[in-house]
């Protein structure tokens, strides 16, 4: 089920210290958090995309683009990763919430910034982790282009 969403506003007015704005090409998209079945057979959500908008507000995709989901086909997270909500931070970042609906597993925040610099110096899509542990993402992880997840706590 989708719980969250989020519209971005592209501005280039933000502190000096701020990377990882999303660009320019997003301001207005849809970010929508899907929660995720727990009583399907196989099952659904527990993922993150984005909805791109005409400038009127207007949907202009025939399919939402998944910015954050597991790279298998199974969607369901062994980790318990449930998105609830997203927000985007003063620096453009997408933060996204997990409520760890599973035992207690799998709650944290995790940001998703634009084009950071991941790891070692070098421009990845991989995964970044800033704190607590990386288990939640042992699986492969799909991006949009250009996008960085890092866990926050």
């Known amino acids: 089920a989708p719980l969250g ?11 000096n ?14 970010f929508i ?5 727990w009583n399907r057979d ?3 959500g527990y993922k993150v995309v984005s ?13 939402p683009l998944d910015l954050l989901a597991r790279a298998s086909n199974n969607a369901k997270w ?3 990763y449930r998105p609830v ?3 985007f931070d003063e620096c453009g970042r997408l933060l996204v919430t997990s409520d760890g609906s599973s035992n207690g597993k799998g709650s944290n925040v995790v940001r998703i910034a634009y084009g950071e610099v991941a790891c070692c110096g070098e421009q990845s899509t991989g995964l970044n982790y800033v704190s607590g542990t990386p288990s939640i993402f042992l699986h492969p992880v ?11 706590v």
């Open 17 to 30: 210290d701020c990377t990882g704005a999303f660009p320019e090409s997003m301001d207005g998209h849809a």
């Open 42 to 44: 196989i099952p659904t």
């Open 33 to 37: 958090a899907f929660h995720g079945s």
């Open 142 to 152: 799909l991006f949009l282009s250009g996008f960085i997840a890092m866990i926050m």
């Open 78 to 80: 062994n980790s318990g």
């Open 85 to 87: 909500d997203v927000d």
């Open 51 to 63: 909805v791109p908008m005409t400038e009127t507000g207007e949907v202009n995709a025939s399919e």
């Open 5 to 15: 969403i989020a519209f971005y506003t592209y501005t280039s007015d933000r502190p």
